[in-house]
């Protein structure tokens, strides 16, 4: 009321000093009390939130009580007990000593410490649940559309809460937008379409250029080589199951600079190669090196493809998939083994072969593949292998045995191999697992799609 009657005060006064063109004798000191009386109206709301208010006085607590009882004994005589049945004073609530009006300056600082306490918390909770939440969800359920829509809702929710909690416009803007940067990154990168691991592309981009020397850093994949084609020489002609043995297709994943895919391509009962890669430099030397044969060189028995496998046609019929992939010290360089295997079994057709190698992962591998092949005689270079991402055998054999179409007894095979310094690599039965070794897996003739 006081607030108001000082607002017209000066609404008055400032008419007629325009009307007079005067100042009247007493604006300023108006003014001032105008000033003072809102901040004195601020404090009062601010007390509302408080929880004892000394605004407000109550019965239940034994001071306001005494105060009450003391003006009703100074009130007139013919005031009667109906004219003050609202103002009844009844007995104090309190336990134990009784409590100052508004609680005492130590109680209101302990009272808002724990409020701001517990506010700090309650936004914590809230802004790790926006950050964590998604997050989590995206992990555990992979998928594109999992991303779009956790995104644009929680980025769709968090704005809502930050237009409640700030005021200025700009600052629910960047708050929001700067959230929704955050999450768009995890966002992108859980749900990538590519199983393709960069950091693995870089480094494979920096031996590219000594890929086809046989002394270099990739040498032992040259010795390897010879092997690999034993394998699925073997598997092709001990099978209950009828496996092509002329006009074959291959596809060759993760095919570096060519050495299997270039090996492929000149046999005898090859009708083509595919072999693709991320890699674009890898690549160029692959290229570089077929034109030096005229067998490979414009023919259509050898093509490369600078494209993961994510980015490749999936078939739609039997004519376009393969009688061969091939993954040939690939998977163990895979952020994602499985998900990048169930992207590769609709390329093969009925009755072909998945074959691939990699590494078992025990102790003996670590000893072997880290510590002497990396770390001591530098047979690979250093970081080539990630222990971790080794795959074991039984571990294939569990995959394939749950894909409807693939894992019918006979289908899966493999072949453990050792590195022999002096001699190269020699297939030693078990070695499976501990070591390196080819896996191959037969699809089902009775199926048509992967």
Request: proline share 5%; aromatic share 10%; charged share 20%.
């Amino acid at each position: 009321m006081r607030l108001r009657k000082l607002q017209i005060e000066l609404v008055k006064q400032a008419i007629e000093m325009r009307h007079t063109g005067n100042e009247t004798n007493d604006w300023e000191q108006t003014l001032q009390q105008y000033i003072q009386t809102l901040r004195d109206n601020d404090y009062i709301h601010s007390c509302r939130t408080r929880p004892s208010d000394p605004f407000i006085v109550i019965s239940s607590r034994i001071h306001d009580a005494e105060v009450l009882r003391g003006v009703f004994d100074a009130l007139p005589k013919d005031l009667t007990k109906d004219t003050l049945k609202d103002f009844i004073v009844a007995e104090p609530l309190e336990k134990g000593d009784p409590q100052p009006i508004g609680g005492t300056r130590l109680d209101t600082y302990n009272d808002a410490w724990w409020e701001n306490f517990l506010l700090r918390i309650g936004m914590a909770t809230v802004g790790g649940g926006f950050l964590v939440g998604p997050m989590w969800l995206m992990v555990l359920h992979n998928t594109l559309y999992t991303a779009l829509i956790t995104t644009t809702v929680c980025v769709f929710l968090f704005g809502v809460v930050m237009a409640l909690v700030l005021g200025d416009l700009m600052n629910v803007l960047s708050v929001t937008a700067a959230y929704a940067a955050v999450l768009v990154v995890p966002s992108v990168r859980f749900n990538s379409n590519s199983t393709v691991n960069p950091t693995e592309v870089l480094h494979f981009k920096e031996l590219a250029s000594s890929w086809w020397d046989p002394h270099g850093s990739s040498r032992l994949l040259h010795l390897m080589n010879p092997l690999r084609h034993d394998f699925i020489r073997y598997c092709m002609s001990n099978t209950s199951t009828s496996s092509p043995q002329s006009g074959l297709k291959y596809l060759d994943v993760g095919c570096g600079g060519g050495i299997f895919a270039e090996s492929a391509a000149r046999l005898a009962h090859t009708e083509s190669v595919t072999a693709i890669d991320p890699t674009p430099e890898v690549l160029d030397i692959a290229r570089e090196h077929a034109r030096q044969d005229p067998l490979l060189h414009n023919s259509k028995r050898l093509q490369y493809l600078n494209k993961s496998i994510e980015h490749l046609p999936v078939p739609i019929s039997a004519d376009e998939q393969y009688d061969v992939l091939a993954l040939w010290e690939v998977i163990e360089h895979i952020r994602y083994p499985a998900a990048f295997l169930e992207r590769c079994l609709p390329f093969v057709k009925p009755g072909g072969w998945l074959f691939l190698s990699t590494i078992a992962r025990t102790w003996t591998s670590w000893l072997t593949t880290k510590v002497v092949a990396e770390d001591l005689t530098r047979l690979v270079p250093r970081g080539t292998h990630d222990w971790n991402q080794y795959i074991n055998e039984d571990e294939l054999r569990s995959f394939f045995g749950k894909k409807d179409g693939w894992g019918d007894p006979g289908s899966l095979r493999t072949m453990g191999c050792v590195y022999v310094p002096g001699f190269g690599w020699k297939a030693v039965r078990g070695s499976e697992q501990y070591g390196n070794y080819f896996f191959g897996a037969q699809k089902s003739p009775e199926r048509k799609q992967g």
